[in-house]
């Protein structure tokens, strides 16, 4: 059985920094791409930073671009997201997700996702 399970989150003030961890087990795991995506209070999900299997190509959204980093440990099973300077509207439940095939680097078409864990930014 698959599970990804993020950790990590929690209460931060704006500027601070929060470095989420996503534990993968039950797949190949250096066969995934992984992800993270967001959703926030009463907004759409939308996609926060791709990783591909080896760790060669990265993605980030406009959003998050110079703040945020994704990485991998295949090893390890584990993939992080490392945000800096954040921002209240970055509060949000962040979500990792592994898909097995090919896609864009931006797609939202993936296999397995992760409960979540929450991040909140105060002013």
């Known amino acids: 059985q698959v599970q990804l399970v993020e950790s990590g989150g929690g209460l931060v003030q704006a500027g601070g920094s929060l470095r989420l961890s996503c534990a993968a087990s039950g797949l190949t795991f250096s066969t995934y791409t992984t992800a993270w995506f967001r959703q926030g209070p009463r907004k759409e999900r939308e996609i926060v930073a791709t990783i591909s299997r080896s760790s060669v190509i990265t993605y980030y959204a406009d959003a998050v671009k110079g703040r945020f980093t994704i990485s991998r440990d295949n090893a390890k099973n584990m993939v992080y997201l490392q945000m800096n300077s954040l921002k209240p509207e970055d509060t949000a439940v962040y979500h990792c997700?592994?898909?097995?095939?090919?896609?864009?680097?931006?797609?939202?078409?993936?296999?397995?996702w992760g409960q979540g864990t929450q991040v909140t930014v105060s002013t």
């Open positions: 997700a592994a898909r097995r095939v090919l896609a864009p680097v931006d797609s939202y078409d993936y296999d397995y």
